[in-house]
């Protein structure tokens, strides 16, 4: 059945089109001022509103409405109450009031907190973020009204991640505006970080995902040998799309369309079951809340078809792991892009000096930037088959790295290397005019055209806290360039002396190379660039005094609310991996050796039963597999008990700082023991006794 997108695009949404045709006039220009300049609509405006709002959502069949935030699970969150009132005689009336609407109170002590919420102290508030529409839901349970709002608890603090975000926002828009008047723009009146999260995912067969354990209970495989055939050949990437992995696409999109998503881009990704959506651009908290419905939206799609979706960083070893390539501008109500470097890059004066506070900004809070894209799943992602190194750096291309130099070693004039002509030698095809630089996957922080790629967030993860971040690094570059500038007599010498000294001070961070090499983190150890390769090297980045002074500043975060959060990171990461130890010593014990056992008991038999038989047969290859798979069940055995014996001693130990690294240095080298004899094993025994399905089973039968 063929979709009319334009016909079907935001019809779940309460956009601004739709609260246009409902809300009075007065009321619909209350609600613009104050989603355009802050403040607060009034409780009579609210009421308007919320009624509003309710009758399109019970035209839609919603029954329930929600107010729908991002507490520092990662996921979000949601509480459903109907619109019912009290009943009268048996009748009763549909209700969502202006304070309904406003404000909720869930329970902020069941929420991770990092110690800002106790039990006994389980207040908090939900309250609507105005900037981002309300939308239905249809779901088993019912079609829903959410409400997207902040999480805060009974004292202010930030209890998730949408309410930093916004703070973030708004302070870059003052920065910049400040660096905009300095170069004569009296238009613009905001300039808002534009962003466009490109999301990858595995699919599995559901059948097989719900016999493992380790899928079911961690979203990654802890076990299992690499398949004859990977992503070898480049014969998954762009290829034609499976009929059914092209149903769930069809049916994913037309889901995110009707919220308002505008899902575009769809691909088969680099290794097998792997594939990749991508959005347009939209303003940065937009985009978070986008994003994290596509994820949920995915999932749920997904269970239509028979399929599970899997957004763990890596979730077959051996493959590509999924990331979530965060792209990311600042653009002006005006339609300006700020990081657009125009023709002549060279002699765009204005583009320079952003150029320059984004260098600064990346060199100086490269620990912050990468602590960002911290979860336990992306150590296994980084470093390697598409993903970034944990190492922070700048790629710029040779057009723009050539400029840099340029203005670096004062030359007279600075040049612009010219974008050449690519002919393809076929008559029938037209000379290509190729971009001025290529592009490097490698990079973890990548100049594309007009934006920056921030390619380290993983797949499962929330990417508020990248965007968060990212605005606020850049805000105290552009705050400390403006005020230099505006004391500036000669603004236009001030500011290329200011832009050349900005470079030269921070060159280091810009590397074109490949990111992967041994040669790379050797440089880089040289230049001084933090090499952070676990996230529990780079939690540390949040509590330096480096990072108060920047998130206090623009009051983005507080104190307590970065030790909150460091305090959450290193008791997620514990838990995490506990979880996924204990997993490995149930698969283990439950299903591995035991399979091993059978296997090796079937082998001996056949040794005795063929020598009982026939005296003089060679039983050598029987007997060798034997004593190879003996010695595999062996290694396996000690492996799981050292395992068993280590876990209680790290989950024990109280200061979650020290038990997560614990978990990191002690846990993790444990799993692997246990993990290699078992994956050998799997090589070894027969495919009708092995307790799982296998890589070539999960990967390729889709």
Known sequence: MSINISEIFGTNVFSMSVMRERLPKKAYAEVVDVMEHGGNISMATADIVANAMKDWAVEKGA??????????????????????????????LLQLTGKQLIMGEPDASSFPSGGLRSTHYARGYTAWDMTSPAFVKEMSCGTILCIPTIFVSYNGEALDKKTPLLRSMEAIN??????????????AKKVTPLVGP????????????????????????????????????????????????????????????????????????????????????????????????????????????????????????????????????????????????????????????VLSCIMKAVDRHADLLRCSASNAGNEHRLGAQEAPP???????????????????????????????????????????????TDRNRTSPFAFTGNKFEFRMVGSSDSIADANTTLNAIVAEAFCEAADVLEKAEDFNSACSKLIHDTMLQHQRIIFNGNGYSEEWV???????????????????????????????????????????????????????????????????????????????????????????A?????????????????????????????????????????????????????????????????????LLVDKDIWPVHTYGDLMFEV
Request: charge should be negative.
């Open 522 to 612: 050797e440089e880089a150890a040289r230049r001084g660039l933090p090499n952070l390769p676990s996230m529990v090297d780079a939690i540390p980045s949040l509590t330096t005094a480096k990072a108060e002074a920047l998130f206090t500043k623009f009051g983005i975060y507080t104190k307590s609310e970065l030790e909150s959060r460091g305090e959450i990171m290193y008791e997620t990461y514990a838990k995490v991996l506990k979880i996924e130890a204990q997993t490995m010593i149930h698969m283990a014990g439950k299903h591995y050796i035991p399979a091993a056992i059978h296997y090796i008991t079937r082998l001996g038999q056949s040794v005795s039963s063929v020598a009982a």
């Open 198 to 353: 490109e999301q990858e995912y595995f699919l599995v067969d559901r059948e097989k995902y719900l016999k493992r354990r380790d899928l079911i209970y961690t979203g990654r495989t802890l076990f299992g040998a690499p398949a004859p055939k990977g992503q070898e050949l480049d014969d998954q990437y762009f290829g034609v799309i499976r009929e059914r992995v092209g149903a769930f696409m069809s049916d994913l999109n037309e889901e995110l369309w009707k919220l308002g998503i505008p899902a575009t881009t769809q691909h088969n990704e680099v290794a097998p079951a792997q594939h990749e959506l991508a959005p347009i651009y939209t303003m940065c908290n937009l985009a978070v809340d986008q994003n994290q419905l596509t994820m949920e939206t995915m999932k749920r799609v997904a269970t239509r078809h028979g399929l599970v979706c899997l957004l763990h960083e890596k979730p077959y070893a051996g493959v590509n792991g999924s990331g979530k390539h965060n792209n990311w501008s600042l653009g002006t109500d005006t339609g300006e892009n700020l990081l657009d470097p125009g023709d002549t890059p060279n002699e765009n004066l204005q583009f320079l000096l």
């Open 390 to 436: 944990a190492i922070i750096s700048i790629f710029l291309g040779d057009q723009l790295d050539n400029v840099v130099s340029q203005i670096i070693s004062n030359a007279d004039s600075v040049k612009l290397l010219a974008a050449s002509k690519l002919d393809t030698g076929v008559s029938t095809v037209p000379v290509i005019k190729k971009d001025a």
């Open 63 to 92: 029954t329930h409405y929600t107010h729908w935030f991002q507490p520092l699970t990662g996921i979000t969150a949601e509480k459903h109450d109907s619109f019912l009132t009290a009943p009268n005689d048996s009748k009763t």
């Open 174 to 187: 003052i920065q910049a505006l400040r660096i905009l008047r300095l170069f004569g723009n009296q238009e």
């Open 614 to 682: 026939v005296p003089e047969a060679d039983v050598s290859v029987q007997k060798d597999l034997l004593v190879r798979c003996s010695a595999l069940l062996s290694s396996a055995s000690k492996a799981l008990e050292e395992l068993k014996t280590l876990l209680p001693q790290v989950d024990s130990m109280t200061d979650v700082a020290a038990m997560a690294t614990a978990y990191h240095t002690r846990i993790v080298p444990a799993m692997a023991a246990l993990r290699q004899p078992v994956d050998e094993l799997e």
